[in-house]
């Protein structure tokens, strides 16, 4: 009979130090926006070194979790943050152009998460779930229809006045209302042709080409927490992603 001997992962230091900072933003110890102790401060707090504490935090910075100011400190990044306007938003003019879209939504209602939903959002198949559907309009121009499905049970009291008296985007939504903040999202696009229904909300022919952004938004811990299906006109706009 043979043992099975399994090896311990080692992180280095500075890694198991962002894992920690990761668990207190986790357990709301430091809100969105709020600033956290200085690195003396987690340097006395973890028993590690200043240039330990750098280290971890220079990571959760280019990670768009934490936000250095100059002569202010360390504070926990915010989707008002101007350098994150359009760090989910990659629908642009062909010229490059940015442009902020106005949102029109169409409805905001209650429902049962599906096999697709329950599996992108981490739910049992049934769960109740908030789907949201709205139009992104650049230039007057509808190019974006966004179908959103989320835990009705994290966003409790989400509706549609909710949605559209706030006055900032949805992401801005869930971290101000609900403190639940998006670090990252996964996306898969592909081509598809659009249907009766999205060809006559898009106000394009049916059958024409559209751009099919599939995406899972994910808070801290890597937990999934919004899933949105984005079907986009291309005619005058394109995707742009930014591999520097």
Not at 21 to 50: C, D, H, M, N, Y
Not at 137 to 153: H, K, N
Not at 167 to 179: A, I, M, N, P
């Amino acid at each position: 009979m043979t043992k099975s001997h399994s090896t311990p992962t080692f992180r280095p230091l500075y890694e198991q130090i962002k894992i920690l900072i990761t668990q207190s933003l986790v357990a709301g110890e430091w809100r969105p926006g709020e600033v956290i102790p200085s690195e003396l401060e987690l340097a006395s707090r973890f028993k590690v070194s200043q240039g330990t504490v750098r280290k971890a935090i220079d990571e959760l910075a280019a990670e768009n979790i934490l936000v250095r100011r100059q002569g202010k400190g360390t504070f926990v990044a915010t989707h008002t943050e101007e350098h994150t306007q359009y760090r989910f938003l990659r629908i642009v003019e062909l010229s490059g152009r940015k442009e902020f879209p106005v949102s029109e939504l169409l409805h905001c209602e209650r429902g049962k998460a599906d096999s697709t939903a329950a599996e992108r959002l981490g739910l049992k198949r049934g769960a109740p779930v908030m789907m949201v559907r709205r139009l992104l309009r650049f230039s007057g121009e509808a190019v974006i229809l966004d179908d959103i499905c989320l835990s009705a049970t994290l966003f409790k009291g989400l509706n549609d006045g909710l949605i559209a008296e706030f006055q900032g985007t949805l992401y801005s939504l869930y971290e101000s209302r609900y403190g639940t903040r998006i670090i990252r999202a996964e996306e898969r696009i592909r081509a598809v042709m659009a249907d009766n229904a999205v060809a006559g909300l898009l106000n394009i022919s049916p059958n024409a080409p559209l751009l099919d952004i599939d995406r899972v938004a994910y808070t801290y811990g890597d937990q999934p927490v919004e899933w949105r299906v984005s079907r986009c006109n291309t005619q005058h706009h394109c995707y742009l992603n930014d591999l520097g």
